[in-house]
């Protein structure tokens, strides 16, 4: 858990929030070294519909962009033959998974065509804005400084607010003074929320989110729409993982949240190289429960591939834990590796967390082909 000390990340703290995915002992050992604080950025925010609608923009002769204050740089759609086919897929059901108990998978392999993954994985790598978000813990009554041992980014907002649609380019639009410039607002009274870390004379005043949402780009936003329709389920998240090497990793955990409501329904999409998923029950809750369990703890393995796609759902977070080990030497896992999940996020502390965990305060990366790999990205001089 984190400190109980009153400092801003603890001021903030999401009631029922839980410990971010990377705390096990294990990952600890492997990823803690001197202690640091994380702090969330202030500043201020803008723009757009819910998750949907991201305002657009062209910047140059060809490339069509979505833009948002929040961006630390505007982000390319895809290319119409690109989005087709995406909006085109799944060309095969799902394989229903629940022959343990808990566990409820529907599995899609692939979900994408290996080709139009491939495509999409060269795009997202080089197009997203990355983060090496890094947090302390409290561990034991000690403070231990964890770096997430993965790139990460997300965009999305809960249930309790939405994006302002106010930009010319977007259907429904409000023409007007402050066309370049959205907001977040109430779902129900449709006011701006306050949004960033404000240094008001007492924290405790501050009533709105702590990060600084991001509408979902419309590079994503086609993948998301595609999985809705195939799954029946709503998603107004989209968190990204990119798996550089064998080295990258993320450590047992369930996302079992409580900002996620009972029984969330999350897709995960795999692209690039084949990385191994593993599952494994979770310990009953009681003695009672132990000896009344007459099997043994399950598990299982999904060597997840390009295009492919879990949902997972019903009981699994509850009943299961998942992770992608790490795995070592030269071989097909080299090639990196991005994972998509969609999910939903019912009130405002799911934000915060999402944004703290993998956005974080510290440096934006971005894909540099030359070098062939994540480099620290700075605004271009005016
Ligand atoms: O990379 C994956 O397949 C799993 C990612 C995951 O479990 C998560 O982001 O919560
Ligand atoms: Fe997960």
């Known amino acids: 858990m984190a400190s109980k000390k009153r400092t801003i990340d603890t001021y903030f703290g999401i009631p029922g929030a839980k410990k971010p995915r990377d705390f ?16 969330t950025a202030g500043s201020h925010i803008t723009n757009t519909d819910n998750t949907a609608n991201p305002i657009t ?6 490339a069509v962009y979505s833009t948002h204050a929040s961006y630390p740089f505007p982000i390319p759609h895809l290319s119409d033959a690109l989005e087709a086919a995406i909006l085109g897929s799944p060309t095969r059901a799902g394989r229903v998974i629940a022959n ?5 998978l529907l599995y899609f392999e692939p979900y994408i065509s290996r080709n139009t993954a491939r495509q999409l994985f060269e795009f997202l790598r080089s197009e997203l804005p990355f983060y090496r978000v890094e947090y302390d813990i409290m561990r034991g009554g000690a403070k231990a400084h964890v770096r997430t041992p993965r790139w990460t980014t997300v965009f999305g907002l809960d249930e309790t607010a939405r994006f302002e649609i106010n930009h010319p380019s977007v259907p429904g639009s409000i023409s007007g003074p402050q066309s370049l410039e959205g907001k977040v607002v109430d779902i129900l009274t449709g006011r701006p929320i306050l949004v960033g870390i404000h240094n008001t004379p007492d924290q405790r005043t501050q009533t709105g989110y702590k990060a600084i949402p991001r509408p979902v780009p419309y590079c994503l936003d086609a993948l998301r729409r595609s999985t809705e329709a195939a799954t029946g389920c709503q998603f107004n998240f989209c968190l990204v993982n990119y798996y550089a090497s064998g080295e990258d990793s993320i450590s047992f955990h369930s996302d079992d949240e409580r900002f996620l409501g009972q029984c969330p329904a999350i897709a995960s999409f795999s692209l690039g190289a084949r990385r191994d998923f593993l599952m494994k029950q979770k ?9 009344n369990s007459s099997t043994s703890k399950g598990s299982l393995k999904l060597p997840l591939g390009n295009g492919d796609m879990v949902l997972m759902r019903g009981r699994t977070q509850a009943t299961w834990q998942h992770s992608i080990p790490k795995r070592s030497g030269k071989n097909e896992w080299d090639g990196g590796r991005i994972n998509i999940t969609f999910r939903r996020a019912l009130v405002r502390g799911g934000t915060d967390n999402y944004y703290q965990y993998n956005v974080g305060s510290g440096p934006v990366y971005k894909w540099s082909a030359a070098g062939q790999e994540m480099k620290p990205w700075t605004q271009a001089p005016n």
């Open 24 to 39: 096990d002992t294990s990952v600890l050992h492997e990823e803690s070294t001197v202690s640091k604080t994380i702090k």
């Open 57 to 62: 923009a062209k910047n140059s002769e060809n």
């Open 100 to 104: 343990q108990t808990g566990l409820d």
């Open 283 to 291: 310990s009953p809750k009681s003695e009672l429960e132990e000896l």
